[in-house]
Structure formats: C-alpha cells, structure tokens
Nanobody, 120 residues
Framework: EVQLVESGGGLVQAGGSLRLSCAAS????????VGWFRQAPGKEREGVSC????????YYANSVKGRFTISSDNAKNTVTLEMNSLKPEDTGVYYC?????????????WGQGTQVTVSS
C-alpha cells in the first residue's frame, strides 16, 4: 500500500522557519516527482514546490521563491520542504503528493496534510 505522511507543521511567528517532511512507504521517491501544496481557509489549493529526484528538476511558486527549498533524502525515502522568512499568508494545510510521470503536472498519491500557522 502506498502511503505519504507529512510532519513538521506547527505554530511559528512571522519571520521564523519550519521544516516539513514527507515520508513515503510502499514505494521509493526516486520513481516519482514529489510536490508540496497548500490550502488556506477560503482559498483553493495551490502548488508550492516540486522536485523530481530522477531528473533533478525543481519548481517553486513565485510567492515562495528565495524563501522555501525542496530537497530529497534518498536513504530515508523522505522529501523535505525548508520554509524560511515565513509570512502570515503562508498559513494553511500543507500536503505532499507524488507524480508517477515525474512531470510535476499530475499527482497520483496524496498525504493527509499538516497544519502550518504563521502569526504576526
């Protein structure tokens, strides 16, 4: 069974940092592109970042460029999203997802999400 589990969310003050992790079981992230998404209250889900371990391709939404970094630890089968200089508008539920096509365009598996709250 394929499962994705997010962790690392919490409450942080504006300007602070958080490190989100996405751990996979049932398959290896090397075979997928892995993306991070977020959904704020009253807003649609938006893509934040994506990483293809096989091709070394990365993507960042314009709103997080220069502040967030996505990386992969192959030994631990984990993808991490480092979030720095956090802003209140970064608040939302963050999800990781895996794309079997490695294109960062469509996603086959989703985690349950982890809450990130940034206070002023």
């Amino acid at each position: 069974e394929v499962q994705l589990v997010e962790s690392g969310g919490g409450l942080v003050q504006a300007g602070g940092s958080l490190r989100l992790s996405c751990a996979a079981s049932g398959y290896t992230f090397d075979d997928y592109a892995v993306g991070w998404f977020r959904q704020a209250p009253g807003k649609e889900r938006e893509g934040v970042s994506c990483f293809s371990n096989s091709d070394g391709r990365t993507y960042y939404a314009n709103s997080v460029k220069g502040r967030f970094t996505i990386s992969s630890d192959n030994a631990k089968n984990t993808v991490t999203l480092e979030m720095n200089s956090l802003k209140p508008e970064d608040t939302g539920v963050y999800y990781c997802a895996a794309d079997k096509r490695r294109l960062c365009l469509g996603y086959d598996h989703w985690g349950q999400g982890t809450q990130v709250t940034v206070s002023s």
